[in-house]
């Protein structure tokens, strides 16, 4: 089973109404845009102080939960505002939705638990937009 596969089962894309979210798309592109990739994006939680609840969705338990507002104050409410834009949806239903999505979505990005080289992540990545891109 594939990445794309393993996201679409555990009801990732379905969450926003569809096999082609343009939140989960927003998602990917996101990270792969964050400076330093994935590393970048678990490394502004850390500096936040939410390296514990980080550290779950990278590793091989159960994904602590984050709520909403903890997504803002990590990505900032600008970018919360920009994947909401590119969604079609509010900020706060966003914010909400990211909750749900990112745990996830960095879990099945961190393979055996660790991050992947960032060369590794951006084919990881490319491949799951040009698959999402297809899908719609």
Same mark, same amino acid.
């Given at each position: 089973?594939?990445?794309? =596969?393993?996201?679409?089962?555990?009801?990732? !894309?379905?969450?926003?109404?569809?096999? %082609? %979210? *343009? /939140?989960?798309?927003?998602?990917?592109?996101?990270?792969?845009?964050? *400076? $330093?990739?994935?590393?970048? /994006?678990?490394?502004?939680?850390?500096?936040?102080?939410?390296? $514990?609840?980080? %550290?779950?969705?990278? $590793?091989?338990?159960?994904?602590?939960?984050?709520?909403? =507002?903890?997504?803002?104050?990590?990505?900032?409410?600008?970018?919360?505002?920009? /994947?909401?834009?590119?969604? $079609?949806?509010?900020?706060?239903?966003?914010?909400? !939705?990211? !909750?749900?999505?990112?745990?996830?979505?960095? =879990?099945? /990005?961190? *393979?055996?638990?660790?991050?992947?080289?960032?060369?590794?992540?951006?084919?990881?990545?490319?491949?799951?937009?040009?698959?999402?891109?297809? !899908?719609?």
């Amino acid at each position: 089973m594939g990445l794309l =596969d393993n996201l679409e089962s555990q009801g990732l !894309a379905s969450l926003l109404g569809g096999g %082609s %979210s *343009p /939140l989960l798309t927003g998602l990917l592109q996101m990270v792969q845009n964050q *400076p $330093g990739g994935l590393q970048g /994006l678990v490394q502004s939680f850390q500096d936040k102080g939410l390296a $514990g609840l980080v %550290s779950s969705w990278g $590793g091989t338990g159960q994904n602590l939960p984050i709520s909403a =507002d903890q997504i803002h104050q990590v990505l900032g409410s600008q970018q919360v505002q920009s /994947l909401a834009a590119s969604a $079609g949806i509010s900020p706060d239903a966003a914010g909400s !939705a990211i !909750a749900q999505l990112l745990p996830t979505l960095v =879990d099945k /990005l961190t *393979p055996n638990g660790e991050v992947p080289a960032h060369n590794n992540m951006m084919d990881i990545v490319s491949g799951l937009l040009q698959n999402l891109g297809k !899908a719609s």
